[in-house]
């Protein structure tokens, strides 16, 4: 591995230990877990010796300094009645986190990295408190500097007096920090009170959600393996992109589809042939708006390497699909378990019981009980190795075989297994007899069309009457030239004798012209004719002229025949290649793009079926021997490791992980030095599929590159970004560490490293993707492969996405929104209400009371609509954390179960549904007109996300002063045009409890009622 690579390594392995260190919200029970220390020993910045010589008990004596991490206050989250308070609301809150080292002496010196952490702070990702915003810190951090403990300064002054003077301006600093930011929370928030203690820790005890990412850098930095797929990551070069392959390229290559139903889009086709000549190394973009068919495409990837295989007799593809995130990851093991095509017939579904998915699901050990009941996990693998499952998987693949192949007699399942192949192969020549025929008959068809424009057989027939009226007027002439010479033959000697004689061969022209004229086939030709033999020059002559243009009649009729005969043979050629197509229409009218759908459900959606079942045919070869299996799972050896996942991998083409997982899976033990290491699977993986690329963070994501032989990464820069835990200046400071940048104070090498999509404060994998991609299809366009047909909202709905981000590039498919229905595709209703602060965060409670009510009226009439629950065909999304408590609690007042999982309603902020969609979305701004509302003009991202999330309508509750008053360019501003387009958009309703809310501000109004609620401010 080169050292760029290796430097990206340290900077990312940096970045991430520190994110690992900023959590802010805490259960009760991990604070336990905590070291909690006096409030005397916080206000001295010192703590005692108990605690030094822990925290030193693993360094040697020459070791003055270790690194920790404090945090210097502590709130709990106060009980109602004894019970937790619903929303999502923190047990804990350490809304200050600081890095610091700790000396011998006990004293505490924190460094730059004291921030307010990620989590606590909006825009969030999950969860709904939030004690201020982003911008806010940032803005604060960029105003003032963490008093610094550089030693140097000490001077001749005693130690002591020197920290405690400084410490006393580190506590100030974290006050006023936390009192400016979260607009003086959690005085103003009588929910948290303070606890008299406070967390302290020892870096090298931290134990987070990155630590098998951290152990995988580690490794990195000490083996530097060989991985071009992680060098090309960490490259900071941009090559200029290649030409996009054209329109049908790779036919026979792409041999696999998971539908029998639903062909590929033409989009889809180029990305997924671009994936499959790519080269080891290489990563490939796909830029995926919403609804534009990623899954679709990722299965048809997964596909063709699970086919392709098959074919080449050799092991299995091992396939991994990623991503930051639980909810991320479950959407794809989702669509390997749902999304598949089951098929029809003999070779429909699987062979082997109790597999109910394409796809392995890989979980933190917390989650695996959970997620056991709906997905198959690591317990899966053991269930199936043993001996019952295998004679029960062997009988009920042989019944099923046997149907399948009805005149094998008692075959094995090696019998079986060959079968299998032969039929992938039929399917692949059946593919590349379509791709061999097609240019034959293109060349074919273009050299007729040459020939004979759009309509050769009119052609041919017009000269096929141009050769007939040549030979014609041919056989005239020369009919004509024996009459003349019979003429000639006739004439007196005495005429031809005296012919010199001016008088005698006047006479014998007249003679001539006067036999001549009656038998001219044509006009007869007035001339100066002096002398006989002028008239058997002419006739000669004409001959000859008639001749050369018979022949090129002639050549060009015979041309003429053969391109037709070319194309007729071509065309029946096509006809007996694409007959296995079944399709109805005729051979001349098929292309190699109709063909091309029509392969996609006829023969490489069975081709995957043949290969579905040859890999369960080899799993059960590999199963015989279970003696030794049984003992390999009791080592632990990278061999043994790579042998399991191949073996497991003949059941369930993909293994699905989030990234903080995914190191430990894929590793192995070695003996080193007498004692055991880990030992990763470096380059073993041959795809991995990022998922909401967009979303994941280059340092959690860089590792697994290391894993893999070539990466597909699925994204969309326009839709919700990654949360970065780092701050820009923390950043500086560790890409200067890692030697990436000569100086902190060098923005314009920061800048570039930040436009690679490579920094811990501002990139995401998506974008590294979409630069070390050597595709670019399409120029006004981010860079990388683009998908456009969107199939998920109404046209009205996703129009506005389309204004917003594409360019107008999507083609909405679904169609309009039905004159039948009820709600507008984009509808508001006026609520006027009032946005107040509550905590950090914001909220306004008469919305709320709106959308809980209306959700509640409804209910009925939507759940007997749709034939779905309620939380299946609405979602609320908002900007706001301190909104989502307040729906929240609303709709549980109302009977509505609101939360995560099966049989609850998501109310959340605009995270929440990434990745997801609902019927219907009703967006709550929180915002009145007496509020800036720039927070939702902050991104597209957020509108974007939140609009098309929503199939049938898309629902604004709220001020609509808020967007009116926006400038036109702004997404709230473009939203407006599409919400006031049409009168018809604007709802209304009656609220069904009639409920009067307290307080001298709170008046629900709702419908058309702004006027008068304006009037009484």
């Given at each position: ?82 019970k937790a308070r619903v929303g999502g609301i923190p047990e804990v809150v350490t809304p200050i986190v600081s890095q610091a080292v700790l000396d011998r002496q006990g004293r505490i010196y924190p460094n730059e990295n004291t921030v307010i952490p990620r989590d606590i702070l909006e825009p969030l990702y999950k969860g709904s408190f939030s004690v201020g915003v982003l911008a806010e810190l940032d803005s604060w951090l960029a105003r003032h500097d963490v008093p610094k403990f550089d030693k140097q300064t000490i001077g001749e002054r005693d130690p002591d007096e020197w920290h405690r003077e400084l410490w006393q301006k580190y506590l100030n ?747 219907i979305v009703i967006f709550s701004p929180t915002y009145t007109m007496k509020d800036d509302g720039g927070f939702i003009d902050s991104r597209p991202s957020m509108l974007n996300v939140a609009v098309s999330r929503a199939k049938d309508s898309f629902l604004v509750f709220g001020d609509m002063s808020v967007f009116k008053s926006s400038d036109i360019g702004s997404p709230r501003g473009l939203l407006a045009s599409f919400l006031f387009a049409v009168e018809t958009n604007e709802i209304s309703f009656d609220l069904l409890s009639g409920q009067k809310m307290k307080g001298p501000h709170f008046g629900l109004a709702l419908g058309r009622n ?8």
């Amino acid at each position: 591995m080169d050292q760029k690579s290796l430097a990206y390594a340290k900077y990312w392995r940096t970045c991430l230990a520190d994110a690992d260190l900023g959590t802010g919200a805490l259960k009760r029970s991990e604070l336990k877990e905590r070291i909690l220390r006096p409030d005397n020993e916080l206000q001295n910045g010192r703590v005692g010796s108990d605690l030094v010589s822990e925290f030193f008990k693993q360094s040697g004596e020459d070791v003055e300094e270790v690194n920790i991490t404090i945090r210097p206050f502590i709130y709990h989250l106060c009980l109602e009645h004894g019970k937790a308070r619903v929303g999502g609301i923190p047990e804990v809150v350490t809304p200050i986190v600081s890095q610091a080292v700790l000396d011998r002496q006990g004293r505490i010196y924190p460094n730059e990295n004291t921030v307010i952490p990620r989590d606590i702070l909006e825009p969030l990702y999950k969860g709904s408190f939030s004690v201020g915003v982003l911008a806010e810190l940032d803005s604060w951090l960029a105003r003032h500097d963490v008093p610094k403990f550089d030693k140097q300064t000490i001077g001749e002054r005693d130690p002591d007096e020197w920290h405690r003077e400084l410490w006393q301006k580190y506590l100030n600093y974290c006050e006023e920090m936390l009192i400016t930011v979260s607009s003086n929370w959690p005085k103003a928030d009588a929910r948290f009170a303070k606890d008299i203690r406070w967390v302290i820790a020892n870096d090298s005890d931290v134990v987070g959600a990155s630590t098998h990412i951290l152990a995988l850098y580690d490794n990195i930095r000490s083996e530097a393996p060989k991985s071009s797929l992680f060098e090309r990551y960490a490259s900071e070069k941009v090559e200029s992109p290649d030409p996009c392959h054209p329109s049908g390229y790779g036919f026979s290559r792409r041999l696999g589809h998971g539908s029998d139903t639903y062909p590929l889009a033409d989009a889809q086709r180029d990305s997924l042939i671009c994936q499959l000549v790519s080269e080891p190394g290489e990563i490939l973009a796909v830029n995926g708006p919403p609804g534009t068919g990623k899954t679709t495409m990722l299965l048809s990837v997964v596909a063709s390497y699970w086919v392709r295989a098959a074919l080449n007799g050799g092991d299995p593809p091992v396939i991994v699909a990623a991503s930051t995130n639980n909810q991320a990851v479950t959407n794809i093991i989702d669509a390997f378990g749902k999304d598949f095509s089951v098929g029809t017939g003999v070779f429909a579904g699987r062979w082997l019981p109790e597999i109910k998915s394409f796809g392995v699901y890989l979980p933190s050990a917390s989650k695996e009980k959970q997620a056991v009941e709906k997905y198959q996990t690591r317990s899966f693998f053991s269930k199936v190795e043993n001996q019952g499952y295998y004679e029960q998987a062997k009988a009920s693949f042989l019944g099923k075989a046997s149907k399948a192949f009805p005149g094998l007699i008692a075959p094995s399942i090696e019998d079986i297994c060959a079968q299998l192949k032969r039929l992938i192969e039929g399917s692949e020549r059946n593919l590349k007899a379509i791709e061999t025929v097609w240019p034959t008959l293109l060349s074919a068809t273009n050299a007729m069309r040459g020939e004979f424009g759009f309509s050769p057989e009119a052609g041919l027939v017009l000269r096929q009457s141009a050769v007939s009226a040549k030979v014609s007027e041919l056989s005239l002439y020369k009919a004509l030239m024996e009459k003349w010479e019979g003429f000639l033959g006739d004439e007196s000697w005495v005429y031809t004798l005296l012919s010199w004689l001016p008088s005698v061969n006047r006479k014998r022209v007249l003679l001539a012209k006067g036999f001549l004229r009656e038998l001219w086939p044509q006009t007869f030709p007035d001339g100066h004719w002096e002398d006989v033999g002028q008239f058997t020059h002419e006739i000669q002559t004409i001959i000859g002229r008639l001749n050369g243009e018979l022949t090129d009649l002639q050549a060009s009729l015979a041309r003429g025949m053969k391109v037709v005969k070319a194309h007729r043979e071509a065309l029946t050629r096509w006809g007996e290649v694409t007959d296995c197509l079944g399709m109805e229409t005729s051979p001349e009218s098929r292309t190699l793009a109709t063909c091309d759908s029509a392969a996609d459900t006829v023969i490489r959606f069975p081709a995957f079926l043949y290969a579905t079942h040859y890999w369960e045919a080899r799993w059960l070869i590999e199963m015989k021997d279970l003696a030794t299996l049984a003992k390999e799972k009791q080592k632990t050896s990278k061999k043994v490791s790579e042998k399991n996942w191949l073996r497991r991998m003949m059941l369930t083409p993909c293994a699905v992980s989030t990234f903080f997982m995914l190191p430990n899976e894929f590793k192995g033990r070695k003996y080193r030095d007498n004692n055991f290491a880990d030992d990763y699977l470096y380059r073993f993986i041959d795809l991995l599929i990022v998922d909401e690329a967009g979303q994941v963070l280059p340092e959690v994501a860089g590792a697994s590159f290391s894993l893999a032989k070539r990466a597909l990464v699925i994204g969309d820069t326009f839709q919700i970004e990654p949360i970065w835990s780092i701050t820009e200046k923390v950043d500086v400071g560790n890409l200067f560490k890692a030697n990436l940048m000569d100086s902190t104070d060098d923005p314009e090498s920061y800048e570039r490293i930040s436009k690679l999509g490579k920094s811990a404060a501002s990139g995401s994998v998506m974008v590294i993707a979409q630069q070390a991609t050597r595709y670019h299809y399409d120029k006004d366009l981010e860079r990388g492969m683009y998908l456009y047909e969107h199939r998920r909202c109404y046209d009205e709905i996703v129009a506005y996405c389309n204004t917003l981000c594409y360019h107008n590039k999507l083609s909405p498919m679904r169609g309009h929104r039905p004159s039948t229905s009820v709600l507008p595709a984009m509808g508001y209703l006026q609520v006027s209400g009032k946005c107040e602060r509550r905590g950090g965060s914001r909220a306004n409670q008469i919305e709320a009371v709106s959308i809980a009510e209306w959700i509640v009226l409804n209910r009925p009439n939507l759940e007997e609509k749709y034939r779905k629950p309620i939380h299946d065909i609405v979602g609320v999304v908002t900007p706001f954390g301190g909104q989502v408590v307040a729906i929240t609690e609303e709709c549980m007042k109302r009977g509505v179960s609101v939360g995560k999982g099966e049989g609850k309603m998501t109310i959340g902020t605009v995270h929440s549904l990434q990745g997801a969609e609902r019927l219907i979305v009703i967006f709550s701004p929180t915002y009145t007109m007496k509020d800036d509302g720039g927070f939702i003009d902050s991104r597209p991202s957020m509108l974007n996300v939140a609009v098309s999330r929503a199939k049938d309508s898309f629902l604004v509750f709220g001020d609509m002063s808020v967007f009116k008053s926006s400038d036109i360019g702004s997404p709230r501003g473009l939203l407006a045009s599409f919400l006031f387009a049409v009168e018809t958009n604007e709802i209304s309703f009656d609220l069904l409890s009639g409920q009067k809310m307290k307080g001298p501000h709170f008046g629900l109004a709702l419908g058309r009622n702004q006027e008068a609620v304006d009037a009484e401010r």
